[in-house]
């Protein structure tokens, strides 16, 4: 079946603009997470939805980042203001549940955000 | 909270020789632990994982990993890679919160 998948897949952007990034998970995954990706390094949590509900947002570095999950498939995420050092590779996951088991996470491919 | 620690940034070896990526974690509860590969130009794959039981675990490839509770490792093996085990390769750990922690990754280069 088809896997997790993210667009756009690049996006380049100015300081100050607003973005959104798409994630369209497997269908069926209740679990939707989103991590960012910078140069060399593993990937950061952000934000974590069961369903609808953000579970965890602690890894959002502050407020101009915000995730929705409305229907409990699709999620974007919203940057505002952005800045230079938000330019990372914005990575989506989906797994069954949580609890071990069902919280093997599938990725996309990601969307390389690029802030000039 | 968890953290993980990949000591070594970047591993050359050359083909058909053993290896093995070191992962240490440190956590004060429960934790559920995990190999991702990421390819060249692909997203992340889950490689294996340890949830319980044996300490021990394999994927169909080849490599193995062990889960030693006493020194909060969980290190990566294969007795003889191939080129096309050139990749990046991230241990992470999971809380009973369902919150993923990653190392900063190592990069297993393979020479002919």
């Known amino acids: 079946g088809a896997g997790v998948s993210q667009t756009p897949s690049n996006k380049v952007t100015e300081k100050g603009k607003y973005v959104e990034l798409r994630c369209d998970p497997i269908s069926g995954h209740t679990a939707l997470y989103w991590y960012r990706q910078s140069l060399g390094q593993g990937p950061e949590f952000l934000i974590y939805f069961q369903g609808t509900g953000a579970a965890d947002d602690s890894g959002l570095p502050n407020d101009r980042f915000f995730a929705v999950r409305p229907e409990g498939s699709v999620s974007t995420l919203k940057i505002q203001r952005t800045e230079r050092g938000d330019s990372a590779v914005y990575l989506c996951?989906?797994?069954?549940?949580?609890?071990?088991?069902?919280?093997?996470?599938?990725f996309g491919p990601g969307t390389r955000l690029t802030v000039l | 909270a968890q953290s993980v620690t990949q000591l070594d940034s970047q591993v050359p070896v050359f083909e058909e020789a053993p290896v093995e990526l070191r992962c240490n974690y440190s956590s004060s509860v429960s934790v559920y632990l995990f190999w991702y590969v990421q390819y060249p130009n692909q997203g992340l794959q889950l490689l294996l994982k340890?949830?319980?039981?044996?300490?021990l675990v394999e994927s169909i490839n080849g490599f193995e990993a062990e889960f030693n509770k006493s020194q909060t490792s969980f290190h990566l093996r294969k007795p003889s890679v191939h080129i096309s085990d050139t990749a990046e390769y991230f241990c992470a750990v999971s809380d009973p919160g369902n919150q993923f922690y990653f190392g900063t990754g190592t990069s297993l280069t393979v020479i002919p």
């Open positions: 340890y949830l319980s039981g044996s300490t």
């Open positions: 996951a989906s797994s069954l549940g949580r609890g071990p088991g069902l919280n093997e996470q599938f």
